[in-house]
C-alpha cells in the first residue's frame, strides 16, 4: 500500500475551486451573520453602534451598514490568499493557517476592546470578530477540504 500526499498530510488536499467555494462561503456566512448582529442586537438592547470613522484616534460615531461589510469581506480575501500560499508551501497548510488565524483574531480584538462606547456595542463589535474569523476559518480549512 502506498502513502498519498493527502494522507501524509493528515488531510485532503485543497483545490484552488474548493478553497474559492470555501471563501464564497465564508463571506455569505460572515455577512449575513454579522448584518443580523448590526441589526437586531442594538434595537433589542437599545445601543448605537459606533466606532472611529476616520481611523483610530478620530471621533466616533454611528458605524455605517457597509463600514460592516467590507470589514468583512476584505479579511476573507485576504485569509483566502493567504491559504493559498500556504498550501502551495507548506506541509501542514491548515494547521498553520489556524495558528494564524488565532493570532489575527487576538490582534483584532485591539480595535473594538478599548473603544469608549457603550459596553453593549463594544460586545457586539467584539462578536461580529469572532463570527468573522470563524466563518472564514471554518470554510478556508474545512469546507474547503470537503470534509
Avoid: K
Wanted: aromatic letters at 6%; hydrophobic letters at 60%.
Amino acid at each position: 500500500m502506498s502513502t498519498t500526499n493527502s494522507e501524509v498530510r493528515g488531510s485532503a488536499p485543497i483545490t484552488t475551486g474548493r478553497l474559492l467555494q470555501g471563501a464564497l462561503i465564508s463571506i455569505v456566512v460572515a455577512v449575513v451573520l454579522n448584518l443580523l448582529l448590526y441589526f437586531l442586537v442594538p434595537a433589542i438592547f437599545g445601543f448605537t453602534l459606533e466606532a472611529p470613522l476616520g481611523g483610530p484616534g478620530s471621533e466616533i460615531g454611528p458605524l455605517p451598514v457597509y463600514m460592516v461589510v467590507v470589514a468583512t469581506v476584505v479579511p476573507a480575501i485576504v485569509a483566502a490568499l493567504l491559504m493559498m500560499l500556504l498550501n502551495r508551501l507548506v506541509a501542514r497548510p491548515v494547521r498553520l493557517f489556524r495558528i494564524i488565524a488565532g493570532v489575527v483574531l487576538l490582534l483584532s480584538l485591539a480595535g473594538p476592546l478599548p473603544l469608549p462606547i457603550a459596553l453593549g456595542a463594544r460586545l457586539t463589535l467584539v462578536a461580529m470578530h469572532v463570527i468573522t474569523a470563524a466563518a472564514i476559518t471554518y470554510g478556508l480549512t474545512v469546507w474547503a477540504r470537503g470534509a
